[in-house]
Each structure stands twice: as C-alpha cells, then as structure tokens.
C-alpha cells in the first residue's frame, strides 16, 4: 500500500442500514478450488453493476493446488485481490502476471480472453477473492485489457482512529484508487480496523453497496454483522453514506457502484444482454474465434 494522509476525512449526515446478511455458499470453481461464493447469482439484480464475489482461504494445498487452468471469459471485468499466496496468471492476449500478497490484478475481458491462474506455491496459506464487475452493453465486446498492481501500488491511508485503508477502486478520503471506472463508478475498499474505531465512507444514494466482513466482527447502523457475512446495505435516498464500527479488531470489505440497469444473460463465464448474445459467445468459444 502506498500510504497517503486522509486529505478529506468524510463525515454523513446519516448511515445507511443493513436489509440483509447474507451467508456464503461452500462451492468449488476450476479444477477443483474449495471456495466460498457470496455474490450468487440470485443477488445480481440487487447488487448491480456486481456479479460475483468469491472468497477462498485454505492452508491445505489440496483445497487449491490445481488452481484454474485455460477458461473463457467476455462481457465483463475480474477482479481479483490476494491476500496471501502466489498465483500466476497468463491469457490469450498475451498477459502475464504474478498475483502476490496484498497484490490485484484486473482484468477486462471484454469481446473475449482465454486465461489460467496457477497456484505458485505447494503449501502455506492461500487467501483471497475474485469479484465480477459488469461491463456496459456498449463495452461488451471491447478490447481485452490487464493490469498487475503489487500491494505497494495500491494507494492507501490512515485515518485518525488508525483505520488502514487500501484503495482498490474509487474514492475515499481524498485518496483516489488504482483504477476508475465511469459507467459503473465502483469503490472497492480493504479496511483494517483497530478494536472500537469508526470508519465513515461517503456513498451516492443510488449506487448499491455491501460491507464483507472477513477478520473479526462490525456495527453499522445498531447491526452486528460477524465474521464471514456479507452486509447488503440498504439504499435509502436520506443516507450519504456509511459509518462502520468495529467490535473487535475486523477486516472488511466495502465495496459500492453505480447500477446499470441493463438486462443480465448469464451463462457460466459469458455475461452479455441476451440469450442470442450468449449463444453467439459460445459458439465463438468453440469454434476457436473468442479470444482471436
């Protein structure tokens, strides 16, 4: 993390609530990683412009050793954070990157990209997630981009209460993260929160926004939300943005952006507009055009 100072602390008038606690469901992904998705399906719509978020964390190397070998993906963006491991990432437009502690790597798969994510490790602690960010119709099929951010790119500050924050994405405290994104205006936020301590974050009353606890237990608005759960805040037009408490030491994430409102077809790793759209992704998948 590249600290800065809080250039423009962020005080609300009101905090928004917690609608709903939501708990993972225990799953497996490529060839065989043991991984928790928060973000289903089902929450799409409510959680617009987000698709998915993944948590894995294991110290078994059986849980994630296989990693992901060659998978497609188009209409949409990855982002993935680790928090502790190696992973190596290669695709089909020529990237390549080393995934490392408190690393990012973003990817826009855009109009189609074939990717693997290796494991570089044979033992130790492997932890992390992937979020799924939605493209606008209008960039569905827009160049494949990449970009590695190691932990030291990654801007960042301290508040006065001794809140560490790293800012993945957006804007929070006059500090402005490593990416920006216009049509979907996400904030991906990593807290670190000392026992006791308060962080307030300011949030456009329609963008969606949720708060994923994983170290330790958060307040927010008289809500306990425990370790491992995520927070769908509720939007309510009276709120700017959202105050969190921590109830002992806790890590968080908040993670926020502007709805698109557009139609969602799904298919596995293709997330275009329509079905016709998803057939037409598959068909350039198997006859080799995807990612050319």
Known sequence: ???????????????????????GKATSDGAGVKLTRVLTQSLQRRLDPFLMLDAFG??????????????????????????????????????????????????????????????????GVMEGFQLWLNLPARDKLTEPWYRDFTAADLPGFVTEAGVAVTVIAGES????????????????????????????QA??????????????????????????????????????????????EAKVLLIAGQPLNEPIAQYGPFVMNTEQEIYQAINDFREGRLAS
């Open 1 to 23: 993390m590249t600290a800065h100072t809080a250039t423009h602390p962020e005080s609300i008038r009101q905090s928004r609530t917690v609608e709903q606690l939501i708990t």
């Open 203 to 248: 949030l456009p009353a329609g963008h969606n926004a949720f708060v994923y606890v994983y170290r330790g237990a958060v307040r927010i608005a008289g809500s306990e939300i425990p370790t491992q759960r995520m927070a769908i805040l509720a939007n309510d037009a009276q709120a700017d943005g959202v105050t969190i408490e921590a109830l002992g």
């Open 173 to 200: 405290h006059g500090v402005t993260g490593a990416v920006i994104r216009e049509a979907t205006a996400p904030l991906y936020l990593d807290l670190y929160l000392p026992t006791g301590a308060r962080f307030t």
């Open 58 to 123: 294991s110290d078994q190397p059986d849980d994630y050793i296989a990693g992901f070998p060659d998978h497609p993906h188009r209409g949409f963006e990855t982002i993935t954070y680790m928090i502790a491991g190696r992973m190596l990432h290669r695709d089909s437009a020529g990237h390549e990157g080393l995934l490392e502690n408190g690393g990012v790597q973003w990817m826009t798969a855009g109009r189609g990209v074939i990717h693997s994510e290796i494991p570089q490790q044979e033992e």
